[in-house]
């Protein structure tokens, strides 16, 4: 039967967004065939156009027989494919929606995040709303239930009354492989059952899904359409919603098929103009522009854009004697508008347009560099148009639209200087968060990269200025400023300015800040690709940093020896900032390398040389030393140093150093108390997680991991160091992928596995020499393999070319007593 939208009555104010005729025809159409294929109604339209209340105007149109959910990807966290499917599962489901299946497979992709966590009504996702969790929970009665595909559906059987129900559970073939999936794929499958629960409920009852602000997910797609992936999961998800019909709004059409010509099959695309006429007239008429000459000639001047209506009826309330009938065009209703504005009024609008955000300070600090009223009398006066958006905390920012039309007046000297007071007001403001002194209203990711934008803009900030700004942002609120300046940096030097400004070194900054942001996160390729040639001169901070960002990616992929050149030489060369940064990474690379001693002797040089100020790297040289000491197996020694530095860190609220503290600690507690680890590897992980750090991830995991094996949680640390291996070899981080498995080994002997044990240490032995990294482990693995029967000539000749490249703090003797006791506490727990 075909389904009939149904209508309500809409105010006329209402109607200047919604009384777009062809569109509502089209979704009706869509509405009739929404069973019949796969389809997406591309509602396109500039910003501000109206499209956010059209889709909640389609949604109430839509009639009672079709279930209806919303997904507004201007919400951070409903980008991210997990999020977004619990709000839509909960959404639908609230509408009688089974999502038996998905259910279970989310409660599956729920356990392998967090493998520390037990399954009960408290944690488990949906397990108050999900009838099949819910029961699955009841029947275990406060016993630990673990979430594997195979252990849930087996639960199902005796937990699940309704037969029909169980055997489709216990029947579908894609529950049966989760187990033996990897995390993207487990991923998909977690779409997939989404997408077949809801085939099979349309059967019965069909649905349309609206998503809101596309542009939101891929602010500024690549050449061609494609747009670095960041909304695969989207389209996965879109691309098997049959029995549906999915409304998405966004700026431009959707570039899809760039991907798969069969989009455009699927995709119906319809552009949202300006309102129509009537609803033009009608808004107008509600401002009290009456009278029909004038109605109409502004209606027509505004092409129907919001915005320029809006601002005639300002100037209706500016000078109701004189509107703005007479204007031909929206840039002439601009025009009559500001001419009924006092001039002081309008060229400080003019200047305050410079700005990206403003508050009351920067409108004075604007003022008063320019000789203009600066009063609170004139500040009210400004802040109300209708134009002046106002943001939480008292900031405000103007329309775009009325931004381009006043700095159309701005020469570009005026500019320049207008950017350098900007500037130096955003630049006063992270001084004052630093030093906590009130509150701003604003995130403390926004100040450093506002100034660095208006720095760029007044052509008057240096490579090194960008740098030392990023650093102090990172500190204040993590990689978010950092990332938001590499944007800006490029969207700048996309169209550089005439003036000779110092373009080279500005893309130079951008690299290093790129490489380094890169690097934090574990993407140790993409450095690469971005560092070909290391051989420039390292004389300035910013190219130091490059060449250093560089080569730590080189060690992370495991090539020790090209790294090491490059830290040395940067340590002899540059006698600058970045000095005491190469020092660290030149002990940093020897203490791998197997040299202790000589490694703390020159952590302990570089660390005389620090400013007192420099409590980041001071605090990194102390978190260097503690990891030196936890491979020595020194826990104690160990322990007092990861104390230093955390306060150093502390010190200055250093994000990702306190980040890091996290993970190291869970690797130390791993050995020293494998309980508290586990705690502490779940607080770390959702740090990491925030930061986006693969390597930090895997390296969590894998602490995660071995207390498991030792608290004798043989199937939460299988999947701890299954996620390890993900995230390492997502980050290309070869040497802890091979940490990893000579730990993942003892769980293969805890489970009588001892071929499978030998050739993953055969296995980390080899990575570990070809990487020219940690002989101390290649012993560990030597001394495990001889005490449980599984030694071989290849082990037997690996310690002994490990052997000689060892130079612990005190005596070899005292490093395999340290290293026997690890191994007895190890092994002794295996075998028991």
């Known amino acids: 039967m075909p389904i009939r939208p149904r209508y309500r009555r809409v105010s006329a104010l209402q109607r200047q967004f919604f009384n777009r005729e062809e569109l509502l025809a089209t979704y009706d159409e869509e509405l009739h065939g929404i069973a019949d294929r796969l389809r997406i109604l591309n509602v396109v339209g500039v910003g501000g156009i109206g499209k956010s209340r059209l889709l909640q105007e389609l949604r109430n149109r839509t009639p009672d027989t079709c279930r ?414 950092r990332d938001g300046m590499i944007k800006d940096i490029r969207d700048f030097l996309a169209s550089p300015p005439a003036t000779p400004y110092a373009l080279p070194g500005i893309r130079d900054a951008a690299d290093c800040l790129d490489a380094e942001s890169r690097l934090e996160l574990g993407d140790a390729s993409a450095v690469i690709a971005m560092t070909p040639a290391l051989d420039m001169p390292v004389r300035s901070v910013v190219s130091a940093r490059l060449a250093l960002a560089g080569a730590n990616a080189r060690r992370i992929a495991g090539e020790s020896s090209h790294a090491a050149s490059i830290f040395e030489r940067v340590w002899a060369e540059h006698a600058g900032e970045a000095r005491a940064s190469a020092g660290l990474c030149v002990a940093d690379i020897r203490m791998w390398q197997g040299d202790f001693a000589g490694a703390f002797a020159l952590a302990e040089e570089v660390h005389g040389i620090c400013a007192p100020h420099e409590r980041v790297t001071r605090g990194d040289l102390k978190r260097l030393m503690h990891l030196g000491h936890r491979f020595l197996m020194d826990f104690t020694r160990a322990a007092d140093l990861l104390a230093e530095a955390e306060e150093e860190y502390q010190a200055v609220g250093a994000v990702v150093g306190l980040a890091n503290i996290r993970t190291n600690r869970a690797e130390l507690l791993a050995f020293t108390d494998p309980g508290a680890a586990v705690a502490e590897a779940g607080a770390a992980l959702d740090v990491q997680r925030d930061l986006g750090a693969q390597h930090e991830l895997g390296k969590v995991y894998t602490a995660m991991a071995i207390a498991q094996l030792r608290l004798g949680q043989l199937d939460r640390a299988e999947v701890s160091f299954r996620n390890a291996n993900t995230a390492l070899d997502q980050a290309g981080y070869r040497s802890g992928r091979a940490r990893a498995d000579m730990f993942r080994a003892f769980l293969l002997l805890r489970r009588g596995e001892r071929q499978a044990t030998q050739r993953l240490l055969h296995h980390a032995a080899r990575e570990f020499e070809a990487c ?28 002994g070319r490990a052997r000689p490249l060892l130079r612990p703090l005190g005596t070899l003797e005292d490093l395999n007593r340290r290293t026997d006791e690890v191994l007895s506490m190890m092994l002794d727990e295996v075998a028991s």
């Open 68 to 481: 209806t959910a919303r997904l507004d990807l201007q919400l951070p966290t409903l980008r991210q494919q997990e999020d977004a499917l619990a709000v839509l599962r909960m959404e639908f489901g609230a509408q009688g929606v089974k999502f038996d299946r998905f259910d279970i497979a989310y409660a599956v992709l729920w356990q392998r995040v967090h493998p520390q966590l037990q399954m009960d009504r408290k944690n488990t996702p949906f397990a108050e709303d999900s009838e099949v969790l819910s029961k699955i929970l009841d029947d275990a009665m406060g016993l630990p239930v673990f979430g594997t595909a195979a252990g849930l559906v087996r639960l199902t059987g005796r937990a699940m009354a309704n037969r029909q129900r169980r055997q489709r559970i216990e029947a579908d073939p894609t529950l049966q492989e989760l187990d033996n999936l990897s995390n993207a794929e487990l991923g998909h499958a977690v779409s997939y059952l989404f997408a077949e629960e809801m085939r099979q409920s349309a059967e019965e009852r069909p649905y349309v899904l609206f998503v809101d602000a596309y542009e939101a997910m891929v602010p500024t797609p690549l050449p061609g359409g494609r747009s670095y992936g960041s909304d695969a999961w989207l389209r996965d998800l879109l691309g098997q919603l049959h029995g549906g019909l999915t409304v998405l709004a966004s700026r431009e059409p959707l570039p899809w098929a760039a991907y798969d010509k069969e989009w455009e099959t699927v995709i119906r695309k319809t552009r949202i103009d300006g309102l129509p006429m009537p609803a033009r007239l009608d808004l107008l008429a509600q401002a009290g522009i009456t009278e029909n000459p004038k109605q109409r000639m502004i209606a027509e001047a505004s092409a129907g854009v919001p915005f320029y209506l809006h601002l005639a009826v300002d100037t209706h309330a500016q000078n109701p004697a004189r509107t703005a009938a007479d204007a031909g065009t929206a840039e002439e209703i601009v025009q009559r508008f500001l001419q009924h504005v006092a001039p002081d009024e309008v060229r400080i609008l003019e200047l305050l347009s410079v700005a990206r955000t403003f508050d009351l300070g920067m409108f004075r600090a604007i003022g008063r560099s320019f000789d203009l009223p600066a009063n609170l009398l004139t500040w009210e006066s400004l802040t109300a148009y209708s134009f002046a958006y106002p943001l939480p905390q008292g900031w405000y920012r103007l329309h775009q639209l009325m931004i381009v039309a006043l700095q159309h007046h701005l020469s570009p000297s005026v500019k320049r200087h207008v950017h350098s007071v900007v500037r130096q007001y955003w630049e006063g403001l992270a001084d004052r968060m630093e030093t906590g002194s009130g509150d701003s209203g604003v995130a403390r990711s926004s100040p450093l990269r506002e100034a660095v934008y208006h720095g760029l803009h007044a052509e008057d900030i240096s490579p090194e200025q960008i740098q030392k700004h990023a650093d102090r942002a990172v500190v204040m609120s993590g990689r978010q400023a």
């Open 772 to 799: 020219q990294v940690y002989p101390s482990l290649v012993l560990a693995i030597h001394s495990a393999a001889e005490r449980t029967g599984l030694a071989t000539p290849e082990l037997v000749a690996a310690a």
